[in-house]
């Protein structure tokens, strides 16, 4: 027995909002970019277009998360009984390879330079005005996207966020070994770089964290939990075969089967399912709830496999 959701005017505003949020810092990352390749072409300093380059990731990054999040904001279909979702958190692992290629140029360049026992002299003067303006800027944009997708659960805009803050210790690496430069250590950039290569890793662990348990249904609730929630109701004898997915609320799908008590008529039956399907949902914030009745003979030999 299934109550399907008419169109959901707050998930429609939620896609909108991640849309706006993602379209504010596309605009920031093609500011970064071009004042980064600028300073870099003007300094000659390779550091600085090799952040150029990481801010690009992030114009190209931003741009297939926007594209991911007006998919995810669509309604469920015939193809997508499940709504669109799971898209968000496939961007999220399009960050995560994003990353990985930042990080493996990063670790590249910085062998190759503490080989050659550093690079050539450099006017550092451009490169450090601007990474340091690029900094407040970065750290601007990833904290404020990040609260954003806190409030709104977006895993896109959490796993952006974090290739921004992941560009926010590039953008300082570059800083830092610019000014070890102009000390005259020469490959202290490169040194520095090693270890922010590091600290990206760890961001990208922690979005394959958060993004896989999506990806593979990890339910929602506890199924003891729902199961007390409809045998608690009046005309339940039992709930079981329970399932659900889905981490955020609005989002969430649960499926259960109840057994009542035998010789109820379709109607009553009916009610009783009724109202566990809106118990369910309200506390579970679910946006589908499907409720299966049997009658109360045919439970013993379904609960003995249930949950």
Do not use: C, N
């Not at 429609?12 to 504010?24: K, M, Q, T, W, Y």
């Not at 430069?181 to 964290?209: E, K």
């Amino acid at each position: 027995m299934t109550r399907l959701a008419a169109a959901d005017p707050a998930l429609d505003g939620r896609s909108r909002e991640v849309r706006r949020v993602l379209a504010l810092m596309l605009g920031v990352s093609l500011v970064l970019v071009a004042a980064k390749a600028t300073a870099g072409l003007m300094s000659g300093s390779l550091a600085v277009l090799g952040g150029a380059f990481d801010s690009g990731l992030d114009v190209l990054t931003t741009v297939v998360a926007i594209t991911l999040a007006r998919v995810a904001g669509q309604e469920p279909d015939e193809q997508h009984p499940y709504g669109h979702e799971k898209f968000e958190a496939l961007g999220a692992l399009a960050m995560v390879a994003f990353l990985s290629i930042t990080v493996y140029e990063l670790v590249r360049t910085a062998i190759v330079r503490i080989g050659g026992g550093g690079g050539e002299p450099v006017d550092t003067g451009l490169g450090v005005a601007v990474m340091g303006a690029s900094l407040v800027i970065g750290v601007a944009a990833s904290e404020y996207e990040r609260r954003r997708g806190t409030a709104l659960e977006s895993e896109l805009l959490l796993a952006d966020a974090a290739h921004l803050r992941a560009d926010v210790f590039v953008t300082l690496a570059v800083l830092v070994g610019l000014l070890l430069t102009r000390l005259g250590w020469r490959s202290g950039d490169a040194w520095t770089t090693l270890l922010v290569a590091v600290l990206i890793i760890r961001t990208g662990v922690h979005i394959l964290r958060d993004t896989i348990p999506v990806l593979v249904d990890e339910a929602a609730v506890e199924a003891t939990e729902i199961r007390r929630m409809a045998e608690a109701m009046d005309g339940v004898d039992a709930a079981y075969d329970v399932r659900s997915r889905g981490r955020r609320e609005g989002a969430r799908f649960a499926e259960l089967t109840i057994a009542v008590r035998s010789g109820l008529d379709i109607e009553e039956a009916h009610e009783i399912a009724d109202l566990v399907e809106g118990e369910v949902r309200r506390r579970l914030g679910a946006r589908r709830v499907v409720v299966h009745v049997e009658p109360r003979s045919a439970a013993p030999a379904r609960a003995e496999t249930a949950e």
